[in-house]
């Protein structure tokens, strides 16, 4: 038996997120339908994270065990031979059978990609959010940094999620403009239902003045989920970085 330790690229835009659903196509499913193609057999998948519909993944890791003996780089070309054209296997190596995906990871990378625009570009309608107003990434930048250090996040979870443990801690976090494009980025040790995405929804609201200056680490005491800002559309987020 051996274990196969992928990373994998894909376009969230067509998928209801990686997890394997009874009435929607996930990233998982379409990994899986492939990976028995290859191996002749249906094989557990096992993956680094939950991401949710239309999210996109720069980076994702996942791992399956196999008897089969084919070299790694023949993984790749077979399975990107079967997988559909937005997802990508980029690597593939053997690991230890103590190696798990999502347990073994020490902490995640998450970018948010806001094009600031004044007019829409349809070409980045399912990759970034339109976001017309104007934007003060230096002002949003000195802002978020509240969020870094240990932290109970639960005023940053979706409603639907049934996690008990909402304690996080957020390693680093930046808001950088590249021309129209503003980036936002966020390392964690892990990351809550939603979680970046209010974020991302909040410190919208800070550039609206909805939130005061200063106000965000009181936001975050509070773990009141009413005070934060908004759930930022999903399309804008992408998986970037997975740490172990």
């Known amino acids: 038996m ?3 330790f992928l990373t994998i690229q894909y376009d969230g835009s067509a998928y209801h997120g990686w997890q ?3 009435n929607a196509l996930s990233v998982q499913e379409a990994f899986q339908n492939a990976v028995e193609k290859v ?3 249906r094989l557990d998948v096992k993956g680094c994270s939950r991401t949710d519909s239309l999210v996109h993944a720069n980076m994702y890791c996942l791992s399956i065990d196999t008897e089969v003996n084919i ?3 023949n993984v790749i070309l077979a399975l990107n031979t079967y997988l559909p054209k937005d997802i990508a296997v980029i690597d593939c190596k053997e690991a230890d059978f103590d190696f798990h995906p999502r347990y073994s990871c020490k902490s995640k990378e998450y970018v948010y990609k806001i094009y ?3 007019i829409r570009n349809p070409f980045l309608e399912k990759y970034a959010l339109h976001y017309r107003y104007e934007l003060d990434e230096k002002y949003l930048d000195k802002e ?3 969020f870094i250090g240990t932290h109970d996040f639960c005023g940053f979870c979706s409603i639907k999620s049934d996690v008990e443990d909402t ?3 957020v390693k680093s976090i930046s808001v950088k403009r590249e021309g129209d494009m503003v980036l936002i980025t966020v390392e964690a040790d892990g990351f809550l ?3 970046v995405r209010i974020m991302v929804g909040t410190l919208l609201f800070i550039n609206e003045g909805k939130i005061k200056e200063g106000e965000l680490k009181e936001i975050i005491e509070s773990k009141d989920r009413r005070r934060a800002g908004k759930t930022a559309q999903p399309q804008g987020l992408y998986l970037n970085k997975v740490n172990y």
């Open 116 to 118: 600031n625009g004044k």
């Open 144 to 146: 978020a940094q509240s």
């Open 167 to 169: 304690v996080r801690t």
């Open 2 to 4: 051996r274990r196969l």
């Open 39 to 41: 191996f002749e057999k």
């Open 20 to 22: 394997v659903q009874t």
């Open 193 to 195: 239902y939603n979680m």
């Open 71 to 73: 070299d790694p780089e």
